[in-house]
């Protein structure tokens, strides 16, 4: 099975290239930070029904954000 990072990130990319219709550098980061918002609330809430995992929560929602925030980066530019 494909890591969901890397179809996310497949994704993005064929949009930010226009494979779907034009789109903004600014809907483009809206659409990824609500990803990432869905993310974390995933990684939380799988950790709190999960016995085991709620030690490493603060260290996978860093890791996702720093991957969120070089792909919007690297697809949107970064923020002024």
Do not use: N, Y
Request: aromatic content about 4%; hydrophobic content about 35%.
């Amino acid at each position: 099975m494909d890591d969901p990072s890397t179809r996310l990130e497949d994704f993005a990319t064929r949009a930010a290239g226009g494979a779907f219709g034009p789109v903004t550098p600014e809907v483009l980061r809206g659409f990824l930070e609500s990803v990432h918002r869905d993310i974390v609330a995933g990684i939380q809430t799988r950790a709190s029904s999960t016995p085991g995992l709620e030690h490493d929560v603060e260290d996978r929602i860093e890791a996702k954000r720093e991957e969120m925030e070089d792909l919007i980066a690297r697809l949107c530019g970064r923020r002024a």
